[in-house]
């Protein structure tokens, strides 16, 4: 009986474990790092996990930009001042920014299980800004 007790509160723990994240990540006008920023701007998640990304300060968006999300996932695009949640169920690295802070460098990176699309999102071309933050996120990114 204590053997069956002992199993069965180890299959909820176990099961409690693979459950999936919740992210939140704030787009805020002064931030940790500066001016217009996500903040965290890097996140590390799996697949099934969702990021919520919250107009903490008025008048930002968010959007993942092109040719930086995986193969098979889905693009998507917020509006002005909306609080924007996503499920990443392809795992890779998810670019996004603040479409009107984009050159002053608001962007942010996702990196969902392996980073299966590396070589395609550093090809992306960066503006202004977003150049050199980008760099310093490609730097987190884990080893394959």
């Known amino acids: 009986m204590k053997f069956a007790i002992a199993a069965t509160f180890a ?4 099961a409690g474990s ?27 998640a799996q697949p099934g996990d969702t990021i919520t990304f919250v107009p903490t300060d008025k ?8 040719d930086m999300i995986p193969e098979g996932a889905t693009p ?9 949640t996503i499920t990443v169920d392809k795992e890779g690295i998810y670019g996004v920014k603040c479409s009107p802070h984009y050159g002053m460098g608001m ?4 990196v969902v299980g392996k980073p299966v699309n590396l070589e395609q999102a550093k090809a992306v071309k960066q503006v202004g800004k977003a150049k050199k933050v980008f760099e310093g996120l490609f730097a987190q990114v884990p080893a394959n």
């Open 76 to 84: 998507f695009k917020g509006k002005m001042n909306e609080q924007v």
């Open 59 to 66: 008048m930002h968006d968010v959007q993942s930009i092109k």
């Open 107 to 110: 962007v942010a990176m996702v």
């Open 18 to 44: 693979a459950q999936a994240a919740e992210h939140q990540v704030q787009m805020l006008n002064k931030g940790e790092k500066g001016a217009m920023v996500f903040q965290p701007d890097f996140v590390i």
């Open 11 to 14: 299959a909820v723990l176990m």
